[in-house]
């Protein structure tokens, strides 16, 4: 059984074809996709001239009955802040919005697809970093 979340990245580079995303993506049993990234979509979707299209895509896309969306939940918040502590105490700080999407792949435990190698940086979640 495959399960994986995606980012925002590997949503993005599956609407433009890339094979290796694509190919994951349609083999899954299960796709979620946290809450965080649907808001960094939508704002790349109202800066851009098609807005429409790409918000009616991301509809059908969580039409599927294999896509959840992941919303963030009082467990995804305590993940979230364990996330943060570690991050801190190690002295690796990353981008706010990606914790929160760690945090909610690490709520579901599956692997999240992304093609930012900093996710690495965050034990708690299984990455498949894939090539830009």
Known sequence: MSRYCLDTSAYS??????????????????????????GELLIGFLAGAEHERNEEELA?????????????????ARIYAEIVTSLRR????????????????????SPLLTFDEHFRAIERIGSIVLRP
């Open 90 to 109: 190690a002295g690796s700080p990353l981008p706010t919005n990606d914790i929160w999407i760690a945090a909610a792949t690490a709520r579901v435990g």
């Open 60 to 76: 059908e896309f969580l039409g599927d009955p294999v896509v959840d969306e992941i919303p963030v939940d009082r467990q995804v």
């Open 13 to 38: 580079q599956f609407k433009r074809g890339r094979s290796e995303v694509t190919a994951l993506i349609d083999q899954a049993d299960w796709i979620g996709i946290p809450s965080i990234v649907m």
